[in-house]
């Protein structure tokens, strides 16, 4: 009876088809679809993005706030066609099949099949027993699949592989998932979430052995300081929790693993996964995810030795994978009542992020000197400390922008924003010499108080079970702003630090927030505190554009001034390798700026990494920090970091600092080029740092590299991750490429082995490019009356905009900037420059000049006076 009640009830709230099997509602830009107890609503946000909800009949609605999507549907045409067997909604670009079983299927307008829903998996489930409560299956093809966060696997392509979207020191979750078949998915929830959550498991025959917490033991520091942090280690267990078993494969081909380590993490320990004789999961350095990834070609009816080591757990962990044609792609949520997706389609991956940005948020300008080097490491201990170093950067003449302060600034026993005045006696005075040295200075906060008075001052409630403030309350976090700006925007300080914002230390996740259990909105965090300091900061200071570092992320965090970086990684050649892989998914997932701690976090044997005996002079050591400083160079944020590290370049020997010194000049000299990318990241949504697959979505050779990258949309940078190599296998897509160094020039569409002295990295610019060059220069926004160099490497037309703006306001957002458009005609070997916007400059009454030079043509000056300009090349 109630059943009938419901359709009854149906009739009067909209069209009933008789046509098909459902019973259908269309409303405003939805249509709602009841299918027995389900009910689907598709929503049509745009032309190319489709909103997805499903919920059973009689399920409580979620009132936790949408805090990632802000573009509202807009007003576009769009068909709905019924038959007996699905319902086809159109629009312009993309055509969506709900099918009589519920499952949906996504098309082009000219029915190029984009991904499909599957049952498997795809459940809704109320029982609090279950591990997850809401899953969606989707077919995978023959794509690959890039995105989801930072991880630290070393894994490029998401297809078929199990991972937990997690926020942990070191991991970054964001469940947006980019395809080369022309769509994006981000799934709209924010509590854990496994990514194609495996089924089958590796049973281990022999003896478990784990670590006991009678053989622990942790050493606390007097007055129980977390400052050094290799105090908090554990004390290796006489038994290392390792089991063996063996593993005949049934299938031939890619099999994906998972390795369950521990259910509530663990700071120290080495889980390692081998088979064959081959690592396929090693991690070894401290803070401790729960949940690792790794992939291995198996033979069919061959014999695999299995070796798992779980040092450190509680529990003796499992193994699981995935078999070669798993061939789905599926999210499940650990809560949760309602599927809840949103289909984005791209021509190619960069229209895709541009259209996933339109549903999220652009990232807003960076001030230009936050593209210049950053000087960091852990850390200044006092006023004088930082100041000597800053003045002696000046001094040594070594291009920087930015110094930063890291943590245990505030008094003992407390944990900041607040400065201890035994070792900052004069805060605003330390903050007025830098400026007087035309630098920028950043520094750490945690959202995380153990400061009753300042807690008290300011309201500041906390979740309960951690210290970390209640950031879901609005009082709350305008108060942390408050808080935060008093004691150091107010000071002069430019930018924020925001470590452990994912935050790991609430240890029941079960607690209350303002909005609901932390549990259902635990990946969000980080979302929310930059949030907060980007509003209050642009409030309270308009004319100063906001950058905020932060070491977790979530969907929709860009729009807030913010750029990430890969927490406390280990000095290694493994993991410096896996830092490629980790910052191109990040990039993948719409989030543009990433940073990582150029040489490591944990250097040598005095910061926890036993490998190095002394950072300084150890000769391997000092040749990774150069291949990992090579990188830094050509990634988002250019920034050197280490642990009980004195990390400015001239202590580590001459050599290095003469190649530290190379890269920073050519970071200077490519800055035009990088502030003008930086304006087509913001105004149209590409990228600074990219995977080839992001340029070349259909060349398949591109889908697995994780050793190269595009720096902008000309610049292709190969790195060196192997101690001693001195030559690297570079792939080169179609086309024609110069080497930068010595201007020969490589036909694409293969691989080839190319130098690469310890002094330089592979970089080839793609023929058909304009790279603008400035002068070498101390800081960014150092005036100097040397003219920008045009250098162009012919082969292909070519196009660049130039772009010039105040490089500190949000006055570009009022058109307040100026671009020269540059345009080369390989045909008729000329050069056309003509200004776009010009709100800023004014180049009729402000001429600019430049040298423009042809690669292996040659060399001119020209002066550009606003007007359309052609020069014969």
Same mark, same amino acid.
């Given at each position: 009876m109630k059943k009938k009640l419901f359709y009854l009830s149906i009739l009067f709230l909209g069209l009933v088809s008789c046509k098909s099997k459902f019973i259908i509602e269309k409303l405003g830009h939805s249509v709602t679809i009841h299918q027995d107890s389900l009910v689907i609503q598709v929503e049509i946000i745009d032309e190319a993005i489709i909103h997805i909800t499903k919920e059973l009949v009689g399920n409580e609605k979620s009132t936790i706030p949408d805090y990632v999507t802000i573009l509202k549907p807009q007003n576009i045409a769009w068909d709905l066609k019924e038959t007996k067997d699905q319902i086809e909604i159109s629009t312009a670009v993309l055509k969506v099949f709900v099918k009589s079983d519920g499952t949906i299927e996504y098309q082009t307008k000219d029915n190029h099949k984009l991904v499909s829903e599957t049952n498997d998996f795809t459940y809704i489930k109320s029982s609090e027993d279950e591990e997850n409560k809401v899953s969606q299956g989707f077919f995978a093809g023959d794509e690959a699949l890039f995105g989801l966060g930072q991880f630290q696997s070393g894994i490029m392509n998401w297809k078929n592989v199990p991972i937990r979207l997690q926020q942990y020191n070191q991991e970054i979750a964001i469940p947006f998932l980019v395809s080369t078949n022309q769509y994006g998915i981000y799934w709209n929830n924010y509590s854990l979430t496994d990514f194609n959550k495996s089924q089958n498991e590796i049973q281990f025959a022999s003896e478990e052995k784990i670590q006991s917490e009678e053989k622990e033991q942790i050493v606390i520091p007097v007055g129980g300081e977390k400052e050094n942090v290799a105090s908090y280690t554990t004390k290796e267990a006489e038994e290392k929790n390792i089991r063996e078993t063996t593993f005949t494969p049934s299938k031939t081909g890619e099999y994906t693993f998972l390795a369950f380590s521990d259910n509530d993490g663990r700071m120290r320990g080495e889980i390692n996964v081998n088979i064959g004789g081959e690592d396929v999961i090693h991690y070894a350095t401290?803070?401790?995810?729960?949940?690792?990834?790794?992939?291995?070609?198996?033979?069919?009816?061959?014999?695999?030795?299995?070796?798992?080591?779980?040092?450190?757990?509680? =529990?003796?962990?499992?193994?699981?994978?995935?078999?070669?044609?798993?061939?789905?792609?599926?999210?499940?949520?650990?809560?949760?009542?309602?599927?809840?997706?949103? /289909?984005?389609?791209?021509?190619?991956?960069?229209?895709?992020?541009?259209?996933?940005?339109?549903?999220?948020?652009?990232?807003?300008?960076?001030?230009?000197?936050?593209?210049?080097?950053?000087?960091?490491?852990?850390?200044?201990?006092?006023?004088?400390?930082? /100041?000597?170093?800053?003045?002696?950067?000046?001094?040594?003449?070594?291009?920087?922008?930015?110094?930063?302060?890291?943590?245990?600034?505030?008094?003992?026993?407390?944990?900041?924003?607040?400065?201890?005045?035994?070792?900052?006696?004069?805060?605003?005075?330390?903050?007025?010499?830098?400026?007087?040295?035309?630098?920028?200075?950043?520094?750490?906060?945690?959202?995380?108080?153990?400061?009753?008075?300042?807690?008290?001052?300011?309201?500041?409630?906390?979740?309960?079970?951690?210290?970390?403030?209640? =950031?879901?309350?609005?009082?709350?976090?305008?108060?942390?702003?408050?808080?935060?700006?008093?004691?150091? @925007?107010?000071?002069?300080?430019?930018?924020?630090?925001?470590?452990?914002?994912?935050?790991?230390?609430?240890?029941?996740?079960?607690?209350?927030?303002?909005?609901?259990?932390?549990e259902e909105v635990q990946n969000t965090y980080s979302l929310e505190v930059t949030r907060a300091m980007y509003e209050g900061r642009r409030k309270e200071f308009p004319n100063e554009r906001v950058f905020n570092l932060t070491r977790s992320a979530f969907a929709g965090q860009q729009r807030y001034g913010a750029a990430s970086w890969s927490g406390d990684v280990e000095a290694s050649w493994e993991q410096f390798s896996e830092q490629i892989a980790a910052g191109l998914n990040f990039t993948m997932t719409g989030s543009p700026y990433w940073s990582h701690d150029i040489g490591g976090f944990f250097r040598d044997s005095k910061s926890i990494n036993p490998q190095y005996d002394s950072q300084y002079t150890n000769p391997e050591y000092i040749e990774?920090?150069?291949?990992?400083?090579?990188?830094?160079? @050509?990634?988002?944020?250019?920034?050197?970091?280490?642990?009980?590290?004195?990390?400015?370049?001239?202590?580590?020997?001459?050599?290095?600092?003469?190649?530290?010194?190379?890269?920073?000049?050519?970071?200077?000299?490519?800055?035009?080029?990088?502030?003008?990318?930086?304006?087509?990241?913001?105004?149209?949504?590409?990228? /600074?740092?990219?995977?080839?697959?992001?340029?070349?979505?259909?060349?398949?050779?591109?889908?697995?590299?994780?050793?190269?990258?595009?720096?902008?949309?000309?610049?292709?940078?190969?790195?060196?991750?192997?101690?001693?190599?001195?030559?690297?296998?570079?792939?080169?897509?179609?086309?024609?490429?110069?080497?930068?160094?010595?201007?020969?020039?490589?036909?694409?569409?293969?691989?080839?082995?190319?130098?690469?002295?310890?002094?330089?990295?592979?970089?080839?610019?793609?023929?058909?490019?304009? =790279?603008?060059?400035?002068?070498?220069?101390?800081?960014?926004?150092?005036?100097?009356?040397?003219?920008?160099?045009?250098?162009i490497y012919p082969g292909k037309d070519a196009e660049f905009v130039l772009y010039f703006d105040d490089s500190e306001s949000y006055e570009y957002e009022k058109g307040k900037y100026s671009e020269i458009e540059l345009n080369y005609s390989e045909v008729n070997k000329a050069l056309e420059l003509k200004a776009g916007a010009d709100n800023f400059i004014n180049f009729k009454q402000n001429s600019m000049d430049f040298v423009v030079e042809v690669i292996g043509g040659k060399t001119q000056k020209i002066t550009f006076k606003g007007n359309e300009l052609k020069v014969s090349l």
């Amino acid at each position: 009876m109630k059943k009938k009640l419901f359709y009854l009830s149906i009739l009067f709230l909209g069209l009933v088809s008789c046509k098909s099997k459902f019973i259908i509602e269309k409303l405003g830009h939805s249509v709602t679809i009841h299918q027995d107890s389900l009910v689907i609503q598709v929503e049509i946000i745009d032309e190319a993005i489709i909103h997805i909800t499903k919920e059973l009949v009689g399920n409580e609605k979620s009132t936790i706030p949408d805090y990632v999507t802000i573009l509202k549907p807009q007003n576009i045409a769009w068909d709905l066609k019924e038959t007996k067997d699905q319902i086809e909604i159109s629009t312009a670009v993309l055509k969506v099949f709900v099918k009589s079983d519920g499952t949906i299927e996504y098309q082009t307008k000219d029915n190029h099949k984009l991904v499909s829903e599957t049952n498997d998996f795809t459940y809704i489930k109320s029982s609090e027993d279950e591990e997850n409560k809401v899953s969606q299956g989707f077919f995978a093809g023959d794509e690959a699949l890039f995105g989801l966060g930072q991880f630290q696997s070393g894994i490029m392509n998401w297809k078929n592989v199990p991972i937990r979207l997690q926020q942990y020191n070191q991991e970054i979750a964001i469940p947006f998932l980019v395809s080369t078949n022309q769509y994006g998915i981000y799934w709209n929830n924010y509590s854990l979430t496994d990514f194609n959550k495996s089924q089958n498991e590796i049973q281990f025959a022999s003896e478990e052995k784990i670590q006991s917490e009678e053989k622990e033991q942790i050493v606390i520091p007097v007055g129980g300081e977390k400052e050094n942090v290799a105090s908090y280690t554990t004390k290796e267990a006489e038994e290392k929790n390792i089991r063996e078993t063996t593993f005949t494969p049934s299938k031939t081909g890619e099999y994906t693993f998972l390795a369950f380590s521990d259910n509530d993490g663990r700071m120290r320990g080495e889980i390692n996964v081998n088979i064959g004789g081959e690592d396929v999961i090693h991690y070894a350095t401290i803070w401790m995810p729960r949940r690792y990834s790794g992939k291995k070609y198996l033979e069919a009816g061959k014999e695999y030795k299995v070796v798992y080591q779980n040092t450190g757990a509680k =529990i003796a962990g499992k193994l699981f994978y995935n078999e070669p044609d798993y061939n789905k792609t599926v999210f499940s949520s650990t809560q949760g009542n309602a599927i809840d997706y949103y /289909l984005v389609h791209g021509e190619n991956p960069s229209e895709i992020i541009a259209q996933y940005q339109n549903l999220t948020g652009k990232a807003p300008m960076f001030a230009k000197s936050s593209y210049g080097f950053w000087q960091c490491r852990e850390r200044y201990h006092n006023q004088k400390e930082l /100041l000597e170093n800053a003045r002696e950067m000046r001094k040594r003449e070594i291009p920087f922008d930015n110094i930063v302060q890291d943590w245990f600034y505030w008094p003992k026993g407390t944990k900041g924003p607040e400065w201890d005045k035994e070792k900052y006696p004069n805060p605003d005075a330390m903050v007025s010499e830098i400026k007087d040295l035309n630098l920028k200075l950043m520094v750490s906060v945690w959202p995380e108080v153990k400061n009753k008075a300042l807690e008290e001052r300011y309201g500041l409630t906390k979740i309960k079970s951690s210290n970390y403030v209640d =950031i879901y309350d609005k009082k709350v976090s305008e108060q942390f702003y408050r808080a935060l700006s008093d004691s150091m @925007f107010h000071k002069g300080v430019n930018s924020i630090w925001l470590d452990g914002t994912e935050p790991e230390g609430v240890n029941d996740a079960t607690q209350l927030t303002a909005v609901g259990r932390f549990e259902e909105v635990q990946n969000t965090y980080s979302l929310e505190v930059t949030r907060a300091m980007y509003e209050g900061r642009r409030k309270e200071f308009p004319n100063e554009r906001v950058f905020n570092l932060t070491r977790s992320a979530f969907a929709g965090q860009q729009r807030y001034g913010a750029a990430s970086w890969s927490g406390d990684v280990e000095a290694s050649w493994e993991q410096f390798s896996e830092q490629i892989a980790a910052g191109l998914n990040f990039t993948m997932t719409g989030s543009p700026y990433w940073s990582h701690d150029i040489g490591g976090f944990f250097r040598d044997s005095k910061s926890i990494n036993p490998q190095y005996d002394s950072q300084y002079t150890n000769p391997e050591y000092i040749e990774l920090l150069t291949r990992w400083f090579q990188f830094g160079a @050509f990634s988002p944020i250019f920034r050197i970091h280490g642990y009980v590290s004195e990390t400015e370049i001239w202590r580590y020997g001459q050599e290095f600092e003469n190649t530290a010194r190379k890269f920073i000049d050519l970071r200077y000299q490519l800055m035009p080029y990088i502030y003008s990318q930086a304006w087509q990241i913001t105004n149209n949504s590409k990228q /600074l740092m990219s995977p080839l697959a992001y340029h070349f979505p259909n060349d398949k050779n591109t889908w697995g590299i994780k050793d190269q990258l595009l720096f902008g949309e000309s610049i292709m940078v190969g790195l060196v991750t192997e101690y001693k190599a001195r030559s690297k296998e570079m792939y080169f897509p179609k086309g024609q490429w110069y080497n930068y160094f010595t201007n020969e020039k490589v036909d694409g569409g293969r691989k080839m082995t190319v130098k690469a002295s310890l002094n330089e990295t592979p970089m080839f610019v793609k023929a058909g490019s304009i =790279i603008p060059f400035g002068p070498k220069v101390q800081y960014a926004t150092q005036k100097t009356d040397t003219p920008l160099k045009l250098k162009i490497y012919p082969g292909k037309d070519a196009e660049f905009v130039l772009y010039f703006d105040d490089s500190e306001s949000y006055e570009y957002e009022k058109g307040k900037y100026s671009e020269i458009e540059l345009n080369y005609s390989e045909v008729n070997k000329a050069l056309e420059l003509k200004a776009g916007a010009d709100n800023f400059i004014n180049f009729k009454q402000n001429s600019m000049d430049f040298v423009v030079e042809v690669i292996g043509g040659k060399t001119q000056k020209i002066t550009f006076k606003g007007n359309e300009l052609k020069v014969s090349l």
